[in-house]
């Protein structure tokens, strides 16, 4: 019988571990003082691009500028 003491925290939570690790990363951001809280905003923004692949070619990728929810 596998016991649940082992499943990490967030598991448990239903939480995959890049939401909990952004949620970790958003209260440290929070808790920095001026002028550290403001550079660090500034590179929370994420920027990529996707390309979809059709007949094993891939289609003109689309760039994309995310930032996160306020």
Request: charged share 25%; with cysteine; proline share 7%.
């Amino acid at each position: 019988m596998a016991s649940n003491a082992a499943v990490p925290f967030w598991r448990a939570a239903g939480m995959t571990y890049i939401t909990y690790s952004n949620i970790c990363a958003n209260l440290v951001r929070n808790c920095l003082k001026e002028p550290y809280k403001t550079e660090a905003v500034t590179r929370e923004k994420v920027h990529f691009s996707i390309s979809k692949w059709t007949d094993g070619k891939p289609e003109k990728p689309t760039l994309r500028s995310d930032s996160p929810e306020e």
